[in-house]
């Protein structure tokens, strides 16, 4: 049987003039694919700005992948996120970032890991991109010890070294943003602070008063609007009277950005991070992007819009979908390439979920740890005075 096969192979080489087993392994060999493509993006929209972004982006093969991978493995670890909600294994607030996930992998490949994060409640995409992984973040939604913040966090309070958090107070980490900023600047380090928040927190008075006082000071800061539309189940034309949130700084210069658009996000975002460091003070970007969920888990999402909006927003704009179709359309990657990259990131949050509902919770007498930092054990009174725990730091 094997020689006819062989013998059938060489009567087709002798055919076709082609070796056609050499034609296999080079349709599957890197060097086939194309390495470097420059793509056009679309323009951003100025506020006191002479010039913005580049309407032209270029990506490598290597880069394009991983932004696949990224933006992949937060859609999976969201939709998991989901399910375990709906078992009750997950409980309390719980905000999910499928839709948006162009923001966060764009903003990551344009900062240096020694650059500042700070983010509102809807946070898990960024606590994955500043290096936490996928195991430590759904073992701390379930509350679990194994979680990164020992499971005494939750959903809203994931932390990790220069990212910190995860902030329940609507609007409340923006002038923590800026006091971040301000130690950049104090210490010269060359870093800055991105600082993000949402449509429904843009009308906060603690948002003018930090733009007022980094616009004073100089301060190394971007304000990011990450505008997926709604404020909960509120549209942006019915909450704001101006919905052009890149003006919102006034004297503070803005840029409007397709924020479903990994390659917008990111050129934006290096054009935004090298005004800062070049010290000309705080800049304001608006990223125009959609969620997928409805605000939180507790809201289906289509009591104040469509079905039929939603999927439509997935249709056209889904920024994994347009990376993807990008990448392929180019031969910069094969389908098969990208669907062992999709079957390692399902297996990888698959064992994650198994971690965390395997994982203990942490005991009572970890409770009142961490409370103060580099102090010696001390007590920490109880339900009532007669009950003491140990804090340990």
Known sequence: MQNMLTMISNALCKITGRNVGARVVVSRSFTDFTPQVTFDIKKCDLHRLEEGPPEKAELTREQGLQYYRTMQTIRRMELKADQLYKQKIIRGFCHLYDGQEACAAGIEAAITPSDHLITAYRAHGYTFTRGVSVKEILAELTGRRGGVAKGKGGSMHMYAPHFYGGNGIVGAQVPLGAGIALA??????????????????????????????????????????????????????????????????????????????????????????????????????????????????????????????????????????????????????????????????????????????????????????????????????????????????
């Not at 800055?192 to 429904?200: A, E, F, I, P, S």
């Open 184 to 393: 950049c600047q104090y210490q010269g380090n060359k870093q800055l602070c991105v600082t993000l928040y949402g449509d429904g927190a843009a009308n906060q008075g603690q948002l003018f008063e930090s733009f007022n006082m980094a616009a004073l000071w100089k301060l190394p800061c971007i304000f990011i609007c990450e505008n997926n539309k709604y404020g909960m189940g509120t549209s942006v034309e019915r909450a704001s009277a101006s919905t052009d949130y890149y003006k919102r700084g006034d004297f503070i210069p803005g840029i409007r950005v397709d924020g479903m658009d990994v390659l917008c996000v990111r050129e934006a975002t290096r054009f935004a991070a090298e005004h800062c460091r070049s010290g000309k003070g705080p800049i304001v970007m608006e990223l125009q992007t959609y969620r997928y969920h409805g605000h939180s888990m507790s809201d289906p999402g289509v009591s104040y819009r469509t079905r039929d909006e939603i999927q439509e927003v997935r249709s056209k704009s889904d920024p994994i979908s347009m990376l993807k179709d990008r990448m392929l359309g180019n031969n910069m990657a094969s389908v098969e390439e990208f669907k062992e990259i999709d079957i390692s990131i399902r297996k990888e949050v698959e064992e994650a979920a198994q971690f965390c509902t395997s994982d203990p919770e942490p005991p009572l007498e970890d409770l009142c740890n961490h409370i103060f930092c580099n102090n010696p054990p001390l007590g920490v009174r109880g339900t009532h005075p007669w009950a003491v725990l140990k804090s340990v730091s």
